[in-house]
């Protein structure tokens, strides 16, 4: 039987890190940072993760603000939102929960917020500096990944890796991430062929496909570690990967849960990532202190 890699876990020493250095910071009297989080609509799911970020924010101690615009605002009344925070003092993270209903542009929205507040490191700057290997803020899911995979006490140096998906959220950046990190990274997709003869290559197998059960038991290397991105939701409102667990859970050596895998690190990440900012904000930040997950 595979090693669980337990997601929540992890996730949990991540945010009592944190959650220790909020709480120095507010022992020094200073103002705690402020993650602003803007959900347009009432998308169930949307609301769900939103729920799960505010939580973790309140969790560490850090301050939120949830901002709940209508299904029908307009682009320009989210765009004038986003730059009222962007000249807040106070706030030091933005996110906007995405999918936006059709009539708003996703790539002008993301465009619109300071890259200094990009905590979920989706504006074109920051994904810029990921690529040319300069400091930015590091995706959420792609950066929880990495730590996963980290969190094993396995090397990533030297491995093979195989990424399924190549979305600019999770495949694009934690290929990137991998390959930073000294691993020989491949990234298959949907135009693959003989997907299973790519993936049984892989000593670290990510999957961010978005297709319940896409990866077998039989796809895999024996031994190797599994990490499971998708959340897909069966007829009987049940969450699951887009791994079959049943058939992998022999054959990995390391595997990651859905739920209870990626999903936590992402949000964890994200408070991680808003600590960042403000440290930047107000060039406290200590040397070395968050060097850890930058390109190298
Ligand atoms: P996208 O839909 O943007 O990308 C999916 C990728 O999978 C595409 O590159 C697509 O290829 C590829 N793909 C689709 N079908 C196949 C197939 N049969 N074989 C090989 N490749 C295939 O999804 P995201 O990257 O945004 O998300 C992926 C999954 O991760 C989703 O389930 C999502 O819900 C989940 N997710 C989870 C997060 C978390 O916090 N745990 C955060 C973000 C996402 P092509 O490019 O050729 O179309």
Redesign the pocket.
């Known amino acids: 039987m595979s090693n669980i890699i337990d997601g929540k876990a992890v996730s949990l020493e991540i945010k009592e890190k944190l959650k220790e250095r909020i709480s120095a910071i507010r022992s020094e009297g200073r103002r705690v940072p402020c993650l602003a989080v803007i959900i347009v609509g009432d998308n169930p799911a949307s609301r769900s993760y939103v729920r799960g970020k505010i939580k973790a924010a309140e969790f560490t101690g850090m301050d939120s603000r949830l901002i709940e615009l209508p299904e029908d605002v307009s682009e320009r009344e989210l765009m004038d939102t986003i730059e009222a925070l962007n000249g807040d003092a106070g706030t030091d993270g933005i996110l906007v929960q995405l999918p936006l209903p059709r009539h708003i542009s996703e790539d002008r929205v993301l465009d619109a917020i300071s890259p200094a507040k990009d905590v979920d490191g989706f504006h074109p700057v920051n994904v810029a500096n990921l690529w040319l290997g300069r400091p930015c803020f590091i995706p959420?899911?792609p950066q929880?990944i990495i730590r996963l995979i980290e969190s094993t006490g396995e090397p990533i140096e030297g491995k093979r890796v195989v990424v399924?998906?190549?979305?600019?959220?999770?495949?694009k950046p934690v290929a990137k991430l991998l390959l930073d990190r000294n691993a020989t990274v491949t990234i298959?997709?949907?135009?693959?062929p003989d997907?299973a003869a790519v993936t049984r290559e892989a000593d670290i197998l990510v999957a961010?496909?978005?297709?319940a059960g896409?990866i077998t038991g039989d796809m895999i290397k024996p031994g190797a570690i599994v990490i499971d991105?998708?959340?897909?939701r069966t007829s009987d409102g049940h969450l699951t990967?887009?791994v079959d667990f049943a058939s992998a859970a022999g054959v990995a050596g390391w595997i990651t849960p859905?739920p209870g895998?990626?999903?936590p690190?992402?949000?964890a990440c994200l408070i991680y990532n808003t600590l960042h900012a403000f440290e930047e904000h107000y060039g406290a930040k200590r040397p070395g202190e968050f060097e850890g997950y930058a390109p190298q």
């Open positions: 959420c899911t929880g399924v998906g190549r979305s600019n959220i999770v495949g298959a997709h949907s135009r693959t997907l961010a496909v978005g297709r896409t991105v998708g959340i897909n990967g887009d859905v895998g990626v999903g690190m992402t949000i």
